[in-house]
């Protein structure tokens, strides 16, 4: 994969030591990268991919150039690189974390931002191309997706909105499949 973007400099990654698995005293904690807000803040409910290149893939639900939130890349030795991120039109504070799915490409949604600032779903292509693929709002598709997406066996992605009519629901994304091998 390449690199998503320019990055300055950024926060909330962390090396945990293999240490730590086998004994308490042995932890080690590195700091990778402490986020200033121009590059992305408050990465605290997302989880990190790990890339065939071994950097380590993740959102940031605020900060940025527009404030929406950001992608970032950071390698295992700290440096960090800087996507664009969220300008509200293309989705607004990325909560969830990413899925690498087998096309490739990392996926993910969006708490807000699009046409009815209801959330999105994004695909980050592996030239760091960020590209919304679903706007939320309209029914039956409902609103708000806070969760992962999960790449069903039926090649179809899968996720849950908050909010549909005051409810909950679990959508499927018919026409967002992978393109068949």
């Known amino acids: 994969m390449t690199r998503l973007g320019r ?5 909330a990654v962390f090396l945990l030591s293999a240490a730590m698995a086998i004994s308490a005293p042995g932890q080690t904690f590195t700091s990778l990268v402490d ?11 997302t989880s990190l991919i790990q890339v065939a290149d071994g950097s380590l893939v993740g959102t940031t639900s ?16 700290g440096v960090l ?13 990325p909560l969830a974390g990413l899925l690498l ?33 679903h706007v939320f ?3 039956p598709s409902g609103s708000t997706p806070i969760s ?22 679990v959508v499927r994304s018919s026409g967002l499949r992978r393109p068949e091998r």
Do not use: C
């Not at 990055?7 to 926060?11: I, L």
């Open 101 to 133: 799915a087998t096309d490739g490409n990392l996926y993910g949604t969006t708490e807000n931002g699009g046409t009815y600032n209801a959330g999105t779903v994004f695909k980050i292509a592996p030239d760091g191309t960020l590209t919304t693929l």
């Open 7 to 11: 990055w300055k400099k950024a926060s």
């Open 35 to 45: 986020f200033d807000g121009a590059d992305g803040a408050e990465p605290q409910f």
């Open 148 to 169: 992962p997406l999960i790449e069903g066996l039926d090649g179809n992605f899968y996720g849950t909105t908050v909010q549909v009519v005051r409810a909950t629901a």
């Open 62 to 77: 605020l900060g940025g150039a527009s404030g929406y939130g950001t992608t970032f890349e950071v390698t295992t030795a």
């Open 81 to 93: 690189m800087f996507e664009d991120g969220f300008d509200h039109d293309n989705g607004a504070n």
């Open 137 to 139: 709002g309209e029914l």
